[in-house]
């Protein structure tokens, strides 16, 4: 596998890493902005880097200045890159769909599965979190425009689900994420982040103080998500350009 990465994964130029120092500093900047406007604080709110199809050296450059965190989509794509990572699992999250029987590849590279989208899952993640002696963090996926495309809880299932998944033993439940409808417009993703922070606060006042994370806005609408109370953006391409899928698989 090693030797797979070597070849298909082609070196950095100081160009480009002048680059994705440069797109993360903007980030932050903007960032800091939006959280302002949203009357919050800049530090309230966690840089990801979403690491899908990018090689490994160019991931370790946006660690090195200083991104917080890695957001994975695919096991297979993990087992394959996290050893070369400059960063310890607890700086690792998955964030795509997964499927019960992938767990076991994942389950001690991650620190935390942003992406539980039915009970199912939940339990299964928590049995082999017990099997492998760790409590893993996750976060509950909701569907919030409803759409058939995506998995997820829907906006009205997901506090029931949430009382079921915290009494799971081998969870411990931090908190949303979501993914924004694709391309129904500025005011309808506005009303969906603000749903989310809605629900964010219910599940907080249900499930106490354990639940500090809100994981919502990606490279085309995080200032909205952060001005609705997102914790966590979640940016691949304003990071790394557009993505190579010949490359990434
Ligand atoms: C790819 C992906 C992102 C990042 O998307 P960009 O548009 O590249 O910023 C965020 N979250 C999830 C779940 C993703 O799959």
Redesign the pocket.
């Known amino acids: 596998m090693v030797s797979i990465i070597r070849k298909t994964y082609s070196g950095v130029s100081s160009e480009q890493e002048k680059e994705i120092r440069e797109r993360i500093l903007r980030l932050r900047e903007r960032i800091a902005q939006a959280a302002e406007e949203g009357g919050r604080k800049e530090e309230d709110v966690s840089l ?1 880097a ?1 690491t ?1 199809t990018v090689d490994p050296e160019r991931v370790n450059i946006a660690l090195d200045a200083g991104v917080s965190l890695l ?1 994975e ?1 695919r096991a297979q794509e993990l087992m394959e890159k996290n050893s070369f990572y400059t960063c310890e699992k607890s700086r690792i999250h998955f ?2 769909h997964l499927q019960s029987n992938k767990i076991r590849d994942i389950i001690n590279r991650v620190s935390c599965v ?2 539980v989208d039915s009970l199912h899952l939940a339990s299964a993640l928590s049995a082999q979190a017990e099997k492998a002696g760790i409590i893993m963090h996750c976060l509950l996926e909701v569907n919030i425009g409803q759409e058939e495309s995506k998995s997820g809880f829907s906006p009205e299932g997901v506090l029931d689900a949430a009382g079921e998944i915290a009494a799971l033993p081998n969870l411990s439940l931090r908190g949303l ?1 979501t ?1 924004a409808p694709a391309s129904a417009g500025q005011n309808h993703d506005d009303r969906c982040f603000g749903r989310m922070q809605e629900l964010f606060l219910a599940l907080r006042e249900k499930e106490g103080s354990g639940i500090d994370t809100l994981s919502m806005g ?3 609408d ?1 200032e909205m998500a952060v001005r609705r109370g997102s914790t966590l953006v ?7 350009g557009a ?1 190579n899928y010949r490359t990434g698989g």
């Open positions: 990801m979403v899908k957001g989509n964030i795509g942003e992406s994420m993914v990606m490279t085309g995080f979640r940016i691949g391409q304003g990071i790394f993505r």
